[in-house]
Each structure stands twice: as structure tokens, then as C-alpha cells.
């Protein structure tokens, strides 16, 4: 008989694949979601089906699904997210771990977001990233909602007419998915999925979801600020392509198109390097320089603070006579 989840060895950095490497989503449906060993299983009246955990970005478990606890503890320890999604309107909780052991993006993070001036100019590098023809530079928040509102508008009505689906305008009832059109249940599925995604990107870099600076006052705030970079290239023009094929399996429809797209873009390699850039210029000085490693090599070692605005070795004591 194999170890039990708590006598085997916690999956390390190393040891798990990198978020680009990973299948951007996967959705189950009416099934068990159980562990074997650190793969998960996906069991059903057609048999079982065994999936590695570590090649994972984010699971969507949708009506009928039940997981177990161990399930999610092998989730959990891969850095996978956990999305629960329902017919009707979007459920949505999601867990996970950094697949990073170092502080240093969320601290940059914190350190944008604490300085208005810093959250105002991490806004506008969202904006450059979403569109690459407009220059923000000077841009008032109002300027850069209005911008983003206009522009998101016109993506809707370019991809009507390249699809020929009639689009009226974005409705979306909380409680209740049906009660849209086929195009605003597309894009309700398409948005669905891609903040499933970025908040797996986010947490397995460390990074804090509720820390936004488009969005603000939201436990996933972050998460929606990393999921618009790609509503207008991504989300949009795969929901409008399945909406063209008729109202049947449109949620499923518009996943699979939505999954094509990520896949052959690489969108887990981008949205990580978009988060890394975003917060570079934020980041400590040493904590850059030492790449997040600790002395022995080893991802993000614990260190101590000292009055100098520096970092010491922890793992020791100091005495009085120490440098601080």
C-alpha cells in the first residue's frame, strides 16, 4: 500500500511544473474527483480517468462534481487552482499555493499598491499591455476607464460583424447565466475561464489576489485586473466564434475555443511574464539581485529585516554587535 497524503514527502519548487508548462484549464463535469497517489482522478459511469496534478493551471468543476479532501490537498500542494462553476450565474472559489517559496513579487506588489502615485502608473502599464497602440502616459483614472470602456465597446460590435451574431449590448445577471443571450452567456463563459486562470497564475507566483490597481475593494481584485489583459484578444473573439455556431452547449462551446486560443498563444507564459513586469520596478534591490534564492540555493529562504531597509540571513541569532 502507498504512503498516506500525510507521510508524503511536500512537493518543492523544483519538483513541480512551471505555469507556462501546464494545461491552462481543465473542466469536469457529473463525476468524483478523488487522488491516486499525486495524480487526481475524475471518476464517472464511463470508468476513471487519471490526470497529473502538476500539469494543471486551473481546475473548473462544474454541476455534479464532488472532490475529496485529498483531491484538494494534492491541488493544493501542485499550485493548482480550484474553480466551482455552475450553469446558473458563476460560482467561484479557488485555492492553491505559490509555486514559488519567495516573497519578493508580493512585496513589490504591496509596495505599488501602498503609493498612489505607483498604483496610478502600474494602471496605466495594464493599459499599454491591453493596448498596444495607445499611449497612456499622463492619463487621469477617469481618462483610463473611459479609454477602456470605449475600446471594449468597439471590440464587442468588430466582432459581431466579423461573425455575423447579432450583439446588442452586455447584460450579465449575477443569479441567473440563462437569462442572457447566447452572445453574453458566451461571454460570461469566456470571463469564467480566464479568471479562473489568472487567479492560478497569481497565487503561483506569489502574488496577492486582492491587491488590485484597476480594481479595488475585492478579495480577487488583482485577479480581475489580470484577467482583462486578455478579455479583448482572448475572451471576446472566442466567445463571439462559438455564439456564430448556435445556442447549443454554448458554455462548452465557447471553453473549448477559449482553451485553442491559450494553448496555441502560450497565455500562461505571457500572463507571467506580464505580472513580472508589471512589478518589476518595484522590487527590492537585493531581493532582485539574489533572484528570490536563499543561500543554499534554494527558492525564496526565509530572511530577517534590518533598520537599514536590508535583509539578513534568518535560520541564526544576532547579538547586539550585528549589523542592522
Same mark, same amino acid.
Given at each position: ?15 513541480l ?68 462553476v ?11 499555493r ?46 483610463l ?39 453574453n452567456? %458566451?461571454?460570461? !463563459? &469566456? /470571463?469564467?475561464?480566464?479568471?479562473? +486562470? *489568472?487567479?492560478?497564475?497569481?497565487? =503561483? $507566483? ?19 485586473d ?12 472566442? %466567445?463571439?466564434? !462559438? &455564439? /456564430?455556431?448556435?445556442?447549443?452547449? +454554448? *458554455?462548452g462551446?465557447?471553453?473549448? =475555443? $477559449? ?35 536563499a ?8 530572511r ?21
Amino acid at each position: 500500500m502507498g504512503a498516506t497524503p500525510a507521510t508524503r514527502p511536500t512537493s518543492t519548487p523544483r519538483g513541480l511544473a512551471r505555469v507556462g508548462d501546464r494545461v491552462s484549464f481543465l473542466y469536469l463535469e457529473r463525476c468524483v474527483v478523488s487522488r491516486e497517489d499525486n495524480a487526481i482522478t475524475a471518476t464517472d459511469d464511463s470508468g476513471v480517468r487519471y490526470i497529473p496534478s502538476a500539469t494543471i493551471g486551473v481546475l473548473l468543476l462544474g454541476p455534479g462534481t464532488r472532490v475529496t479532501h485529498q483531491a484538494m490537498s494534492v491541488l493544493g500542494e501542485s499550485g493548482a487552482g480550484v474553480v466551482w462553476v455552475g450553469e446558473h450565474g458563476v460560482r467561484y472559489y479557488a485555492g492553491g499555493r505559490a509555486l514559488t517559496r519567495s516573497a519578493g513579487l508580493v512585496e513589490a506588489q504591496a509596495t505599488a499598491w501602498a503609493n498612489r502615485r505607483h498604483r496610478l502608473e502600474v494602471a496605466r502599464e495594464m493599459y499599454r499591455l491591453r493596448f498596444p497602440d495607445a499611449d497612456p502616459a499622463g492619463m487621469t483614472r477617469r481618462e483610463l476607464l473611459g479609454g477602456e470602456g470605449d475600446r471594449v465597446k468597439a471590440a464587442y460590435r468588430a466582432e459581431a460583424a466579423r461573425t455575423g451574431v447579432r450583439w446588442v449590448r452586455r447584460t450579465y445577471d449575477p443569479g441567473d447565466f440563462a437569462a442572457g443571450d447566447t452572445p453574453n452567456q %458566451a461571454v460570461t !463563459a &469566456a /470571463a469564467q475561464c480566464l479568471y479562473g +486562470i *489568472a487567479h492560478s497564475v497569481v497565487v =503561483a $507566483l506569489g502574488c496577492s489576489p486582492a491587491l488590485g490597481f484597476v480594481h479595488s475593494g475585492h478579495e480577487r481584485s488583482f485577479v480581475m485586473d489580470v484577467a482583462d489583459l486578455y478579455k479583448v484578444a482572448f475572451g471576446i473573439p472566442a %466567445a463571439f466564434d !462559438a &455564439a /456564430a455556431e448556435g445556442p447549443e452547449d +454554448i *458554455a462548452g462551446r465557447t471553453r473549448r =475555443a $477559449l482553451r485553442e486560443r491559450i494553448r496555441a498563444a502560450g497565455l500562461l507564459d505571457r500572463a507571467v511574464a506580464d505580472i513580472q513586469h508589471l512589478l518589476a520596478p518595484y522590487r527590492r534591490a537585493d531581493e532582485e539581485a539574489a533572484g528570490g534564492k536563499a543561500e543554499d540555493g534554494t527558492d525564496g529562504g526565509v530572511r530577517l529585516q534590518t533598520d537599514r531597509d536590508g535583509t539578513v540571513a534568518g535560520g541564526r541569532n544576532y547579538g547586539a554587535e550585528g549589523v542592522w
